[in-house]
């Protein structure tokens, strides 16, 4: 890909978005906890300093165990390691497991502690999952710390998942957005960085875009939408929970009938929440009439979570397509000018997709009744999924 062809997404999304791309950075994709957790765990491990830690999703299983055996092993050591857990996402974590991290010297904040009598505050989560080690490794994405993500996605009780192990000057990016969080989670500390993250010669550039929860739409809604509208050959997403506007869909016919090849692949049978799903199937009849391709995983529950752009650009992290991610909760993505990694990830897709059934109009058409009238049932709780 030429550079003046890099030049242009970089412009147009620093327009878009006032957040600058920042040279000289690695991006490698892991795929599902066979490849995730393990490099994730030897990250802990290797950490010299600091560890820095939020999920959304801390539940059950031998890998919650693992990572709370090496965040607490980390600690006995000396370094400086912090857990930030989402207070709704993460309340059926075992107590066992927060007492022997806190009680090896692991600080362990909750965000927004559940509160009946502030509804409003309860409707807003972190759904950002970062890991940042020693200021210098990061890691962000979709996987969560629980038993469903676990394998290689072989059978439905292992999910389909990507995440991003990130090297480089970016890494503040991902600080910056952990920092946002636990900060608000409990007592305020400045956090001057105690030596700049040397840049790789060969790396690439990387604008880190983190959204918070407000009333209307996220810098997040603005990114997607960007993505969007910046492509014009291809544009490939990949999201678990999908319930798009009608301005979303607008924009993605709009972008199918300029001549760019729109694909989605999203979950099928395999889903942990079946009203995300039927509200966004609402869409799909308007979507493939306005030439989107619409792809539906089999093999297990499908939650990564990622956008490809003209084979030039990758969008990864926690987002998904839905009303959450867009409108109410704390988000963090990566934007990544990697022909190469473009390549990789679509390369993903296309093996996923032999895995997946592909819609077409007159079959989504001949659905029955009863599935429209769920559809349209769901939909009216759009702004809740």
């Not at 910046?230 to 319930?243: E, G, N």
């Amino acid at each position: 890909m030429h550079s003046k062809n890099i030049t242009y997404y970089q412009v147009q999304l620093e327009y878009a978005l006032g957040v600058p791309f920042i040279d000289g950075n690695r991006l490698k994709a892991l795929q599902n906890g066979a490849e995730i957790f393990p490099a994730m765990l030897a990250a802990i491990a290797q950490a010299q300093d600091s560890v820095d830690f939020e999920t959304f999703v801390y539940w059950q299983g031998d890998i919650a165990r693992r990572f709370a055996d090496a965040l607490a092993a980390k600690a006995r050591e000396g370094k400086t390691v912090r857990v930030l857990l989402d207070a709704f996402g993460a309340k059926t974590i075992s107590v066992t497991l927060v007492e022997k991290m806190q009680s090896a010297g692991v600080e362990v904040r909750w965000f927004r502690p559940l509160a009946t009598w502030r509804l409003w505050r309860n409707d807003k989560r972190t759904h950002r999952k970062i890991l940042v080690i020693d200021d210098r490794i990061g890691f962000t994405g979709g996987v969560g710390i629980a038993e469903e993500w676990e394998g290689n996605a072989s059978n439905p009780s292992e999910w389909r998942e990507t995440h991003f192990k990130l090297d480089g000057p970016a890494v503040r990016g991902l600080k910056s957005a952990f920092l946002d969080n636990w900060n608000e989670a409990g007592d305020w500390t400045w956090d001057g960085q105690r030596t700049p993250t040397p840049a790789h010669p060969d790396g690439e550039p990387v604008q880190i875009v983190r959204a918070s929860s407000t009333i209307g739409w996220t810098e997040m809604a603005s990114l997607l939408r960007a993505l969007v509208s910046v492509s014009r050959q291809s544009l490939t997403i990949v999201t678990a929970y999908f319930v798009p506007d009608a301005k979303l869909v607008d924009i993605l016919c709009a972008a199918a009938q300029r001549g760019v090849e729109v694909r989605l692949l999203l979950p099928g049978k395999y889903i942990d929440k079946r009203l995300p799903q039927l509200a966004g199937q609402l869409s799909f009849e308007r979507l493939l009439a306005g030439g989107v391709k619409i792809w539906i995983y089999q093999r297990t529950m499908l939650h990564a979570k990622l956008m490809t752009v003209d084979g030039t650009l990758a969008c990864v992290g926690s987002a998904n397509l839905n009303h959450r991610s867009l409108g109410k909760d704390e988000e963090c993505c990566a934007v990544v000018l990697s022909p190469a990694l473009a390549a990789e990830l679509e390369s993903d897709f296309i093996a996923d997709c032999s895995h997946a059934e592909q819609l077409t109009l007159a079959a989504w058409k001949g659905r029955s009744t009863w599935l429209r009238a769920k559809e349209r049932l769901a939909r009216l709780l759009i702004e809740q999924l």
